[in-house]
């Protein structure tokens, strides 16, 4: 895990800001008109954050418990509404945020791992022009794919600094994406596997005690989250009823 110390530079972080910027301006430019496009999970996610603005929880487009979706999106959706923004306009924000975190953790990252600015720059662009498409819609996919940039880059600078704050920051940024997307246990396995692997680590059970303590501390909120959503699954499918011809 060993990385260079020393930083992009301000010129270095020209063409990433650019990355950004052309990135926002372009996701703002085609959802001017219609606002983001909507299917089910984002018309779910997008009910589930106007409720909790309302104080009632997560409760999804049906009237029924949040309970088939993890529940950071519908969060991140709900924060931007204490500032009287609408519901597309919270979700082109956060996509807005997400690209342009993107770019900047794109740079950083392969900038710690090349010590290229060519190929830092190269990088932010295309990661913006891969994440560009699903940021114009509702869904959970942008501000996930931020959250696993942010953990890889954590995951770096542990190996730079080999301190408690770096490896706890590494664990928020797993519990985050995991919390957004259920597929990040993949990161977070990668992420257990990484520190197990980590020759510069010291021993080996000394490698294993970390990656067991960022494995707990990034599940914990999803397995209380799981906890709740099995309390209330019997009661949104006493809700729905019997399917119709049965």
């Keep these: 895990m060993q990385t260079p110390s020393a930083p992009l530079g301000p010129r270095g972080w020209i063409a990433p800001a650019l990355a950004a910027v052309c990135g926002v301006a372009l996701l703002l430019a085609l959802t001017a008109s219609h606002g ?3 299917d089910s999970d984002g018309a779910e996610y997008l009910a589930a954050a106007q409720s909790l603005l309302e104080g009632r929880g997560w409760i999804g487009v049906e009237g029924e418990p949040h309970v088939l979706w993890p529940p950071l999106q519908p969060l991140l959706l ?3 509404g204490g500032l009287g923004c609408a519901q597309g306009e919270r979700a ?3 996509h807005a ?3 342009a975190a993107d770019a900047l953790l794109a740079a950083a990252i392969v900038w710690r791992l090349t010590a290229s600015r060519l190929t830092a720059a190269v990088a932010s662009f295309a990661v913006v022009a891969i994440a560009l498409p699903t940021a114009t819609m509702a869904w959970s996919e942008p501000a996930f794919t931020a959250l696993v940039l942010a953990a ?3 995951l770096l600078r542990f190996g730079e600094r080999r301190s408690r704050g770096s490896l706890a920051v590494l664990a928020c940024c797993c519990a985050l994406a995991l919390a957004q997307r259920y597929v990040g246990v ?3 396995g990668c992420v257990a596997l990484a520190l197990l692997a980590d020759r510069d680590g010291g021993k080996l059970v000394h490698r294993a005690q970390r990656a ?4 707990l501390a990034a599940a914990l909120p999803v397995l209380a989250w799981a906890l709740r959503n099995a309390l209330l699954a ?3 499918a006493a809700n729905r009823g019997p399917a119709s011809g049965s």
């Design 36 to 38: 983001p496009g909507l």
């Design 212 to 215: 067991l303590a960022v494995g």
């Design 92 to 94: 082109v924000a956060l």
């Design 97 to 99: 945020l997400a690209l």
């Design 186 to 188: 993949l990161l977070l």
């Design 152 to 154: 890889l880059a954590a």
């Design 78 to 80: 709900a924060l931007p």
């Design 234 to 236: 019997p009661r949104a």
